[in-house]
C-alpha cells in the first residue's frame, strides 16, 4: 500500500466533507483495496472481526439515498422537507458510500462463550466499528476524496438488508458518503482547550 | 508533528505488544504531544469532544497496577491468581498507561438537548472512543513503544477516581499499558477471508 502522507498529516487533515462530486479520484479497485487494508488491520476485541463493510458505488450509491430520502420523506413534516431533500441530494451527489456494518451473531457468540463479559462484547464492538470508520474515512480523504459519516440507521436498516441480501445479523451501523471534494471543510471548527481534556501524572 | 511513517505503514504495524518495560522510548513532553495531537484532531458527534484522557507516569502508572491487582485479588480464586498477577506484573513493567474516558456529563447534556437522537449518543461517544484509542495506541507504536489495549474497567472506576480525584461524570473505557518492546507481537494473527467481510457493489 503505497502513499507518502504521513499518519500525523492523515489525522490533521481529516475532516467532515460535505461538497462532494462523482468525478473519480482513484480507481474503483483502489477503492476496495484502501477498505480491504483497513478490514484486515484494525484490530476487534478478542481477534474477533466483527466488522463488515459495503461499497456502494453507482446506481447502488443512488439507490441508498433514494432509499433513505424516501424513508425521511414519510417521517420529517412536508414543510421542512425542502432542507432535509438538500442534504440527501448533497450525498447522492457524491462517488459512493461505504456502509459499516457489526455481524451481531459474532458479538452474540462471544456473548455465550464468555458470560463474565457479556455486557462487554457490544461494547467494544462499537468501538472497533468507530476505529474503522474513522481509518476509513482517513483512508479515503489521504487518497484524495471528501467523506463525511452519516446516521441514518435504524431507520434505513430493513430496506437495506432486502435491497442488497444482507446477513439479517449485519447491523447497520455508519453510512460514509464520499466523492471528490467541491467545498473545503469550514474553516472555524472548535477545539475546546486541551489542558481540559488532557492530564499527565507523573 | 514530524513522523515519517505513513499513514498505511502506521495502520499495518500496529499490534497488541504484551512484552513492555520501563525503559524511555521517547521524552515524556513528546508523549504528552502525540496524545494532544490525537485528542483535538479526532472526531467526535456534533463536535462535543467528550473524550477525557489521563496519562499515568512513573508512581502513577506503577499505582494503576497496584489498584487493579488488589481488585481482582478480591475477586480472582487464589489458585488461579499467579497468572493474574504474572499478567499484572506485565502492564506494570511498562513506561505509563493511558486512560481513557468519556465525560458523560457532555453526552447526557446532547441528549437532554436532542431527545430524538438520545438513544445514539452513547453509542456515538463510544465509536469516537475507540477511534481516539486506535488512534493514540498507533501513534505510540509509530514512535517506538509497544501498547496492548486492556478493560478492568468498571472493577477499578471508583477507585481510580478517587486516587487521581478525578470528576464523577468521566467514565472509564480503557486502559492502554506501553512501553519499550520486549517481545515481538504473536507472528500467527489469523485473519478471515476478506471476501467474507467486504462485498463491492456497483
Given at each position: 500500500m503505497t502513499l507518502t502522507t504521513t499518519f500525523y498529516d492523515a489525522i490533521e487533515n481529516r475532516r467532515s466533507i460535505y461538497g462532494i462530486s462523482?468525478?473519480?479520484?482513484?480507481s474503483d479497485e483502489r477503492i476496495q483495496e484502501i477498505v480491504n487494508h483497513a478490514v484486515k488491520y484494525v484490530p476487534s476485541a478478542f481477534n474477533s472481526q466483527t466488522a463488515r463493510v459495503v461499497i456502494l458505488l453507482g446506481d447502488n450509491h443512488t439507490k441508498l439515498w433514494d432509499i433513505t430520502t424516501q424513508t425521511l420523506k414519510g417521517m420529517v413534516p412536508e414543510d421542512q422537507f425542502a432542507s432535509t431533500q438538500e442534504k440527501m441530494d448533497s450525498f447522492n451527489a457524491g462517488y459512493g458510500t461505504v456502509l459499516f456494518f457489526e455481524d451481531m451473531s459474532i458479538v452474540e457468540g462471544l456473548q455465550a462463550q464468555f458470560p463474565s463479559y457479556a455486557d462487554n462484547f457490544p461494547v467494544w464492538s462499537l468501538q472497533s466499528s468507530g476505529m474503522l470508520q474513522y481509518t476509513i474515512w482517513t483512508a479515503l480523504e489521504s487518497e484524495g476524496f471528501g467523506a463525511s459519516l452519516q446516521h441514518y440507521n435504524p431507520l434505513i436498516d430493513e430496506e437495506v438488508k432486502t435491497t442488497w441480501n444482507l446477513p439479517t445479523s449485519w447491523k447497520l451501523l455508519a453510512q460514509m458518503p464520499f466523492g471528490k471534494p467541491t467545498v473545503e471543510p469550514n474553516p472555524n471548527k472548535e477545539f475546546e482547550p486541551i489542558e481540559d481534556r488532557v492530564k499527565v501524572l507523573k
Open positions: 462523482k468525478e473519480p479520484v482513484i
